[in-house]
Protein backbone atom coordinates (compact mmCIF):
# COMPACT_ATOMS: atom_id res chain seq x y z
CA UNK A 1 0.00 0.00 0.00
CA UNK A 2 1.37 3.32 -1.02
CA UNK A 3 0.40 7.10 -0.22
CA UNK A 4 0.27 9.62 -2.63
CA UNK A 5 1.01 13.28 -1.26
CA UNK A 6 -0.66 16.07 -3.34
CA UNK A 7 -1.42 19.99 -2.66
CA UNK A 8 -5.47 20.81 -1.69
CA UNK A 9 -5.99 24.46 -3.48
CA UNK A 10 -9.50 24.46 -2.54
CA UNK A 11 -9.32 23.55 1.10
CA UNK A 12 -9.30 25.68 3.88
CA UNK A 13 -9.81 24.94 7.27
CA UNK A 14 -12.24 26.62 9.24
CA UNK A 15 -10.37 29.38 11.13
CA UNK A 16 -9.19 30.39 7.81
CA UNK A 17 -12.28 30.93 6.19
CA UNK A 18 -12.97 34.18 4.02
CA UNK A 19 -15.92 36.04 4.12
CA UNK A 20 -15.46 38.17 1.39
CA UNK A 21 -17.76 41.21 2.51
CA UNK A 22 -15.87 41.48 5.88
CA UNK A 23 -14.06 45.22 5.83
CA UNK A 24 -16.82 46.60 3.02
CA UNK A 25 -19.34 45.69 5.62
CA UNK A 26 -17.29 47.50 8.31
CA UNK A 27 -16.39 50.35 6.49
CA UNK A 28 -20.11 51.10 6.03
CA UNK A 29 -20.83 51.02 9.70
CA UNK A 30 -18.25 53.31 9.89
CA UNK A 31 -19.64 55.54 7.43
CA UNK A 32 -22.51 55.11 8.64
CA UNK A 33 -22.24 56.26 12.46
CA UNK A 34 -20.17 59.07 11.27
CA UNK A 35 -22.56 60.59 9.55
CA UNK A 36 -25.10 60.06 12.60
CA UNK A 37 -22.65 61.87 14.72
CA UNK A 38 -22.27 64.95 12.22
CA UNK A 39 -25.94 64.93 12.16
CA UNK A 40 -26.25 65.27 16.04
CA UNK A 41 -23.49 67.50 16.27
CA UNK A 42 -25.27 69.98 14.07
CA UNK A 43 -22.67 72.87 13.73
CA UNK A 44 -25.04 75.47 11.58
CA UNK A 45 -27.20 75.43 14.60
CA UNK A 46 -24.35 75.78 17.43
CA UNK A 47 -22.86 78.71 16.18
CA UNK A 48 -23.06 81.50 13.23
CA UNK A 49 -22.52 78.92 9.96
CA UNK A 50 -21.31 81.39 7.49
CA UNK A 51 -18.45 82.30 10.02
CA UNK A 52 -17.57 79.29 12.16
CA UNK A 53 -18.70 75.86 10.53
CA UNK A 54 -16.66 74.50 7.78
CA UNK A 55 -18.45 73.69 4.38
CA UNK A 56 -21.82 75.22 5.63
CA UNK A 57 -23.11 74.25 2.33
CA UNK A 58 -23.42 70.35 3.65
CA UNK A 59 -26.48 72.01 6.47
CA UNK A 60 -26.81 69.23 9.11
CA UNK A 61 -23.66 67.62 8.08
CA UNK A 62 -21.67 70.72 8.18
CA UNK A 63 -17.76 70.69 10.04
CA UNK A 64 -16.74 71.97 13.35
CA UNK A 65 -14.86 75.06 12.39
CA UNK A 66 -11.20 73.89 11.53
CA UNK A 67 -9.03 75.52 14.30
CA UNK A 68 -11.61 73.47 16.65
CA UNK A 69 -11.36 70.14 14.29
CA UNK A 70 -8.79 70.03 11.76
CA UNK A 71 -9.26 66.48 10.74
CA UNK A 72 -13.80 67.93 9.26
CA UNK A 73 -15.58 66.52 12.09
CA UNK A 74 -17.82 67.02 14.90
CA UNK A 75 -17.27 69.40 17.63
CA UNK A 76 -15.40 67.84 21.16
CA UNK A 77 -18.71 67.41 23.20
CA UNK A 78 -20.59 65.95 20.89
CA UNK A 79 -17.87 62.38 20.61
CA UNK A 80 -18.15 62.58 24.30
CA UNK A 81 -21.57 62.27 24.23
CA UNK A 82 -21.35 59.10 22.03
CA UNK A 83 -19.28 57.64 23.96
CA UNK A 84 -14.89 58.65 23.10
CA UNK A 85 -12.35 58.42 25.37
CA UNK A 86 -12.52 61.25 27.99
CA UNK A 87 -9.99 60.96 31.06
CA UNK A 88 -11.80 63.22 33.65
CA UNK A 89 -15.05 60.77 32.67
CA UNK A 90 -12.74 57.70 32.83
CA UNK A 91 -10.92 58.15 36.44
CA UNK A 92 -14.07 60.51 38.29
CA UNK A 93 -17.20 58.59 37.12
CA UNK A 94 -15.87 55.22 36.23
CA UNK A 95 -17.46 54.93 32.49
CA UNK A 96 -14.80 52.08 31.53
CA UNK A 97 -17.16 51.31 28.92
CA UNK A 98 -15.77 54.34 26.63
CA UNK A 99 -13.05 51.89 25.73
CA UNK A 100 -15.51 50.02 23.93
CA UNK A 101 -17.70 52.80 22.29
CA UNK A 102 -14.99 54.78 21.25
CA UNK A 103 -13.70 52.13 18.72
CA UNK A 104 -16.41 53.10 15.75
CA UNK A 105 -15.66 56.85 16.61
CA UNK A 106 -13.79 58.56 14.14
CA UNK A 107 -12.43 62.38 14.13
CA UNK A 108 -13.33 63.84 11.27
CA UNK A 109 -13.82 63.24 7.24
CA UNK A 110 -9.55 63.23 6.46
CA UNK A 111 -9.54 60.28 9.46
CA UNK A 112 -12.27 58.10 8.21
CA UNK A 113 -11.04 58.35 4.73
CA UNK A 114 -7.01 57.16 5.90
CA UNK A 115 -8.52 54.38 8.16
CA UNK A 116 -11.08 53.13 5.82
CA UNK A 117 -8.49 52.76 2.99
CA UNK A 118 -5.77 51.29 5.52
CA UNK A 119 -8.50 48.77 7.00
CA UNK A 120 -9.78 47.60 3.00
CA UNK A 121 -5.97 46.76 1.77
CA UNK A 122 -4.41 45.79 4.93
CA UNK A 123 -7.39 43.57 6.39
CA UNK A 124 -8.22 41.87 3.18
CA UNK A 125 -4.23 41.05 2.33
CA UNK A 126 -4.37 39.03 5.39
CA UNK A 127 -7.86 37.65 5.58
CA UNK A 128 -6.28 36.27 2.06
CA UNK A 129 -3.84 34.10 4.21
CA UNK A 130 -5.06 33.73 7.74
CA UNK A 131 -8.83 33.77 7.13
CA UNK A 132 -11.76 36.30 8.74
CA UNK A 133 -12.02 34.36 12.25
CA UNK A 134 -8.04 34.86 12.83
CA UNK A 135 -8.06 38.77 11.48
CA UNK A 136 -10.81 40.21 13.00
CA UNK A 137 -9.78 38.77 16.29
CA UNK A 138 -6.14 40.76 15.94
CA UNK A 139 -8.40 43.59 15.41
CA UNK A 140 -10.96 43.23 18.08
CA UNK A 141 -7.75 42.39 20.70
CA UNK A 142 -6.12 45.58 19.00
CA UNK A 143 -8.83 47.72 19.63
CA UNK A 144 -9.35 47.06 23.41
CA UNK A 145 -5.24 47.52 23.98
CA UNK A 146 -5.35 50.75 21.86
CA UNK A 147 -8.14 51.66 24.50
CA UNK A 148 -6.73 50.41 27.41
CA UNK A 149 -3.38 52.44 26.03
CA UNK A 150 -5.09 55.41 25.66
CA UNK A 151 -7.65 55.90 28.90
CA UNK A 152 -4.14 55.41 30.50
CA UNK A 153 -2.05 58.07 29.13
CA UNK A 154 -4.74 60.18 27.33
CA UNK A 155 -4.36 64.20 28.93
CA UNK A 156 -6.91 65.03 31.15
CA UNK A 157 -8.35 67.86 29.26
CA UNK A 158 -8.42 66.48 25.70
CA UNK A 159 -10.63 63.43 24.29
CA UNK A 160 -10.19 60.25 21.82
CA UNK A 161 -11.96 58.72 19.77
CA UNK A 162 -10.71 54.64 18.78
CA UNK A 163 -11.81 53.49 15.19
CA UNK A 164 -7.69 53.98 14.11
CA UNK A 165 -6.72 51.67 16.99
CA UNK A 166 -7.62 48.00 16.00
CA UNK A 167 -5.98 49.76 12.37
CA UNK A 168 -2.78 50.15 13.75
CA UNK A 169 -2.89 46.69 15.42
CA UNK A 170 -3.47 45.08 11.33
CA UNK A 171 -0.15 46.82 10.51
CA UNK A 172 1.64 45.04 13.76
CA UNK A 173 -0.07 41.96 12.46
CA UNK A 174 1.72 42.75 8.81
CA UNK A 175 4.77 43.09 10.49
CA UNK A 176 4.72 39.46 12.49
CA UNK A 177 3.98 38.14 9.28
CA UNK A 178 6.93 39.52 7.18
CA UNK A 179 9.09 38.62 9.57
CA UNK A 180 8.12 35.23 9.92
CA UNK A 181 6.73 34.36 6.43
CA UNK A 182 8.92 37.39 4.35
CA UNK A 183 10.05 34.55 1.87
CA UNK A 184 6.34 34.50 0.63
CA UNK A 185 6.56 37.98 -0.39
CA UNK A 186 7.06 38.87 -3.83
CA UNK A 187 8.51 42.57 -3.55
CA UNK A 188 9.47 42.97 0.24
CA UNK A 189 10.51 46.50 0.16
CA UNK A 190 7.55 47.47 -1.10
CA UNK A 191 5.60 46.36 1.33
CA UNK A 192 7.82 47.58 4.18
CA UNK A 193 7.27 51.14 2.37
CA UNK A 194 3.31 51.09 2.27
CA UNK A 195 3.67 50.22 6.18
CA UNK A 196 5.70 52.27 6.77
CA UNK A 197 3.59 55.50 4.91
CA UNK A 198 0.55 53.83 6.15
CA UNK A 199 2.29 54.16 9.91
CA UNK A 200 3.06 57.63 9.08
CA UNK A 201 -0.25 59.00 8.35
CA UNK A 202 -1.91 57.68 11.39
CA UNK A 203 0.59 59.49 13.25
CA UNK A 204 0.64 62.66 12.10
CA UNK A 205 -3.40 62.18 12.23
CA UNK A 206 -2.51 61.16 15.70
CA UNK A 207 -1.20 64.88 16.71
CA UNK A 208 -4.26 66.45 15.66
CA UNK A 209 -7.14 67.08 18.29
CA UNK A 210 -9.51 64.42 19.39
CA UNK A 211 -7.50 61.76 18.22
CA UNK A 212 -4.50 60.09 20.49
CA UNK A 213 -1.05 58.51 19.54
CA UNK A 214 -1.03 56.30 22.67
CA UNK A 215 -3.64 54.72 21.54
CA UNK A 216 -1.46 53.87 17.80
CA UNK A 217 1.03 52.62 19.65
CA UNK A 218 -0.68 50.59 22.15
CA UNK A 219 -3.16 49.14 19.17
CA UNK A 220 0.63 48.26 17.32
CA UNK A 221 2.07 46.50 20.23
CA UNK A 222 -1.31 44.58 20.99
CA UNK A 223 -1.87 43.69 17.08
CA UNK A 224 1.76 42.68 16.80
CA UNK A 225 2.10 40.04 20.37
CA UNK A 226 -1.06 38.62 19.55
CA UNK A 227 -0.36 37.85 15.92
CA UNK A 228 2.91 36.41 17.33
CA UNK A 229 0.42 33.79 18.86
CA UNK A 230 -2.26 32.97 16.48
CA UNK A 231 -0.80 33.44 12.60
CA UNK A 232 0.05 30.47 11.41
CA UNK A 233 0.50 29.53 7.53
CA UNK A 234 -1.26 26.17 6.91
CA UNK A 235 -0.75 24.48 3.59
CA UNK A 236 -3.13 21.76 3.57
CA UNK A 237 -2.06 18.45 1.99
CA UNK A 238 -4.20 15.86 0.50
CA UNK A 239 -2.93 12.11 1.08
CA UNK A 240 -4.34 9.19 -0.92
CA UNK A 241 -3.87 5.79 0.30
CA UNK A 242 -3.36 3.58 -2.83
CA UNK A 243 -3.60 -0.40 -3.02
CA UNK A 244 -3.24 -1.96 -6.25
CA UNK A 245 -3.72 0.87 -8.28
CA UNK A 246 -7.07 1.78 -6.34
CA UNK A 247 -7.45 5.06 -4.01
CA UNK A 248 -8.64 3.05 -0.66
CA UNK A 249 -8.76 5.96 1.61
CA UNK A 250 -8.33 9.56 1.35
CA UNK A 251 -7.41 12.48 3.53
CA UNK A 252 -6.34 15.84 4.46
CA UNK A 253 -3.24 16.52 6.36
CA UNK A 254 -2.66 20.43 7.70
CA UNK A 255 0.59 19.75 9.03
CA UNK A 256 0.23 22.34 11.80
CA UNK A 257 3.43 20.38 13.61
CA UNK A 258 5.85 20.16 10.42
CA UNK A 259 5.50 23.85 9.45
CA UNK A 260 5.64 25.46 12.82
CA UNK A 261 9.24 26.51 13.32
CA UNK A 262 11.29 25.38 16.46
CA UNK A 263 11.47 29.13 17.45
CA UNK A 264 8.12 29.77 17.12
CA UNK A 265 7.52 28.10 20.26
CA UNK A 266 9.36 30.82 22.84
CA UNK A 267 7.82 33.72 20.81
CA UNK A 268 4.74 32.05 22.05
CA UNK A 269 5.43 31.89 25.01
CA UNK A 270 6.89 34.94 25.21
CA UNK A 271 4.13 36.84 23.36
CA UNK A 272 1.39 35.00 25.82
CA UNK A 273 3.06 36.38 29.03
CA UNK A 274 2.75 40.01 27.15
CA UNK A 275 -0.13 40.08 26.16
CA UNK A 276 -1.40 38.73 29.27
CA UNK A 277 0.57 40.99 31.47
CA UNK A 278 -0.11 44.19 29.58
CA UNK A 279 -3.79 43.40 29.67
CA UNK A 280 -3.81 42.69 33.29
CA UNK A 281 -1.47 45.99 34.33
CA UNK A 282 -3.61 48.51 32.45
CA UNK A 283 -6.88 47.22 33.48
CA UNK A 284 -6.07 47.55 37.18
CA UNK A 285 -3.87 50.61 36.35
CA UNK A 286 -7.77 52.00 34.78
CA UNK A 287 -9.93 50.55 37.70
CA UNK A 288 -7.61 52.35 40.43
CA UNK A 289 -8.38 55.67 38.89
CA UNK A 290 -7.12 58.90 39.06
CA UNK A 291 -4.55 60.80 36.33
CA UNK A 292 -2.12 57.61 35.75
CA UNK A 293 0.54 60.34 33.98
CA UNK A 294 0.93 62.56 36.43
CA UNK A 295 4.52 62.17 36.80
CA UNK A 296 4.66 62.26 32.50
CA UNK A 297 4.91 65.56 31.57
CA UNK A 298 6.11 64.54 28.35
CA UNK A 299 3.46 61.93 27.33
CA UNK A 300 0.98 64.66 26.21
CA UNK A 301 3.62 65.48 23.52
CA UNK A 302 1.86 62.28 21.69
CA UNK A 303 -1.87 63.56 22.47
CA UNK A 304 -1.41 66.33 20.43
CA UNK A 305 1.04 69.22 19.11
CA UNK A 306 -0.80 72.89 18.93
CA UNK A 307 0.17 74.15 15.84
CA UNK A 308 -0.75 77.57 14.09
CA UNK A 309 -3.74 75.66 12.32
CA UNK A 310 -5.53 74.04 15.39
CA UNK A 311 -5.59 74.68 18.92
CA UNK A 312 -5.04 71.96 21.57
CA UNK A 313 -6.83 71.79 24.82
CA UNK A 314 -4.99 73.23 27.59
CA UNK A 315 -3.11 70.58 30.26
CA UNK A 316 -3.48 70.59 34.04
CA UNK A 317 -2.58 67.75 35.93
CA UNK A 318 -5.12 66.56 38.68
CA UNK A 319 -5.33 64.25 41.23
CA UNK A 320 -8.42 62.56 42.62
CA UNK A 321 -9.87 64.30 45.65
CA UNK A 322 -9.09 62.67 48.94
CA UNK A 323 -11.83 62.08 51.44
CA UNK A 324 -13.09 65.10 52.92
CA UNK A 325 -13.07 65.58 56.61
CA UNK A 326 -15.69 68.19 58.24
CA UNK A 327 -14.35 69.34 61.80
CA UNK A 328 -17.75 71.28 63.11
CA UNK A 329 -17.78 73.47 65.82
CA UNK A 330 -20.22 74.32 68.16
CA UNK A 331 -20.19 77.52 70.12
CA UNK A 332 -22.59 78.43 73.01
CA UNK A 333 -24.76 81.46 73.00
CA UNK A 334 -23.79 83.85 75.13
CA UNK A 335 -25.13 83.42 79.13
CA UNK A 336 -25.30 79.90 78.44
CA UNK A 337 -23.14 77.33 79.72
CA UNK A 338 -22.61 73.47 78.24
CA UNK A 339 -23.39 70.98 81.05
CA UNK A 340 -21.13 67.90 80.61
CA UNK A 341 -22.45 64.48 81.69
Excluded at 119 to 141: D, P, Q, S
Excluded at 234 to 257: Q, S, Y
Aim: net charge positive.
Amino acid sequence: MGVMEQSCPHYRPAHQRVWRFTWAALSLLFILWFFIVLGVNHCTKQTNPKVDCAVPGLGVFSFQPLRENPLLGPARRTLVRFGALDPRKNSVLKEQWRIVTCIPLHAGLFHILVNLLTLIFVGAHLEREYGTLTVVAIWLASAIGGGLWSAILLVPENISVGASFPTMGLVGCTLVDMLLYGDLYVNKLVAAYSLFVVSGLHIVIGLMPNVDNWGHVGGFISGFFVSLLVLTRVEPRCMTEVEGGVAVKKRIDLGFKRRIEIYRRPLRIGGTMVVALGYILAMLAIASGGDRQKNCNWCQNLNCVETRFWDCPPVRHWRLPKKVVCKVRFRSPPGLSLIHI
